[in-house]
Nanobody, 128 residues
Framework: QIQLVESGGGSVQAGGSLRLSCEVS????????MAWFRQAEGKEREFVAS????????YYSDSAKGRLIISGDNAKTAVFLQMNMLKHEDTAVYYC?????????????????????WGQGTQVTVSS
């Protein structure tokens, strides 16, 4: 059974940093791609960042580039999202997602419906 459990959310002032974690069980990073999405109140879920199978190729949304970094640790079976220079507009529930196979342009890595497994989410609130 595949399980994803996010943690690390909280409240922070604009300009601050947070590190989100997604502990994973029931899958291997050798065969699964991982991603972070977020959903602000009243808005649709949107892509933030992804890392391909083997913890290799990374993709970022335009809003994430230069500020957010996705990484993974095979030993800890966890994926992380380091969030720096946070802005008020980063306020949202952040979700970890996984799907089997290689996620790239051909498989539309930025679409939420392409991911079969999801965590419960962790709230990030950035005050201006």
């Amino acid at each position: 059974q595949i399980q994803l459990v996010e943690s690390g959310g909280g409240s922070v002032q604009a300009g601050g940093s947070l590190r989100l974690s997604c502990e994973v069980s029931g899958l291997s990073f050798d065969w699964y791609s991982m991603a972070w999405f977020r959903q602000a109140e009243g808005k649709e879920r949107e892509f933030v960042a992804s890392i391909g199978w083997g913890l290799t190729t990374t993709y970022y949304s335009d809003s994430a580039k230069g500020r957010l970094i996705i990484s993974g640790d095979n030993a800890k079976t966890a994926v992380f999202l380091q969030m720096n220079m946070l802005k008020h507009e980063d306020t949202a529930v952040y979700y970890c997602a996984a799907d089997q196979g290689k996620m790239d342009y051909r498989t539309y890595y930025w679409l939420a419906e392409k991911y079969a497994y999801w965590g419960q989410g962790t709230q990030v609130t950035v005050s201006s």
